[in-house]
């Protein structure tokens, strides 16, 4: 019985909520939701000739928390649930969502622990305002964002707009899970949203 309830544990910090505020019944799937489809999610052009694409991300490099880890493309499975990674050591990218470098939110999640121990965003709540990300992207592109917060939330209060609603400049949000683990949902309570902006060529 506690082995299953380990199981639970990982596969919960893997619940990675990102609730919409209406979402269609088809994207739903237990607590895990994606914003509806074809809301923006990134800032409106002001020009009508399109600007050249930053690359898909391929690792993301926290050196302040040690961690220097795989970037998978995360989509939808045939439920409608946001796919997670099935490696702990990796995180995963929201295709729905800006790339990193682009103007507008960027969001890549990771578990927290697994049946295993500590998982790859494990030491998140460590980061402090100035920290740096950077994210290599898979032509070997890095693109460095700075930490301005963190914000810890109740899973059913997950904040949609702040964290997929279109920004002006090129921004960047890591989830992870966090909180109390409730053993009787086998789920945590809270997400951690850490909020970053791209480091300026002058900054």
């Known amino acids: 019985m506690l082995t299953a309830v380990v199981v639970l544990a990982a596969l919960a910090s893997a619940a990675i909520v990102l609730l919409g505020t209406e979402p269609p019944p088809d994207v739903v799937a237990e607590e895990v ?3 509806r489809s074809g809301s923006s999610t990134t800032a409106a052009p002001t020009t009508t000739e399109a600007a050249p694409r930053a690359g898909e991300p391929g690792r993301v490099v926290i050196d302040r928390i040690g961690v220097d880890a795989e970037v998978i493309d995360l989509g939808l499975d045939d439920e409608g649930a946001l796919e997670v990674p099935t490696d702990f050591s990796q995180t995963g990218w929201w295709t729905g969502g800006a ?7 960027a969001v890549i999640v990771g578990h927290v622990d697994s049946v295993d121990g500590p998982a ?9 305002p100035g920290d740096e990300v950077t994210v290599v992207a898979d032509d070997g592109t890095p693109t460095t964002f700075v930490v301005e917060r963190s914000r810890q939330v109740a899973k059913d209060e997950f904040p949609t707009e702040e964290v997929y609603g279109a920004t002006d ?4 949000r890591l989830v992870t899970c966090d909180g109390d683990f409730d053993r009787s949902t086998g789920h945590y309570d809270d997400n951690l949203i850490v909020f970053l902006r791209e480091v300026g060529p002058d900054a």
Not at 99 to 105: A, M, S, T, V
Request: overall charge negative.
């Open 33 to 35: 939701v994606v914003p």
């Open 169 to 172: 400049d090129a921004e960047l």
């Open 120 to 128: 790859v965003f494990f030491r998140l709540e460590e980061l402090e």
């Open 99 to 105: 790339r990193p470098g682009e103007d507008g939110p």
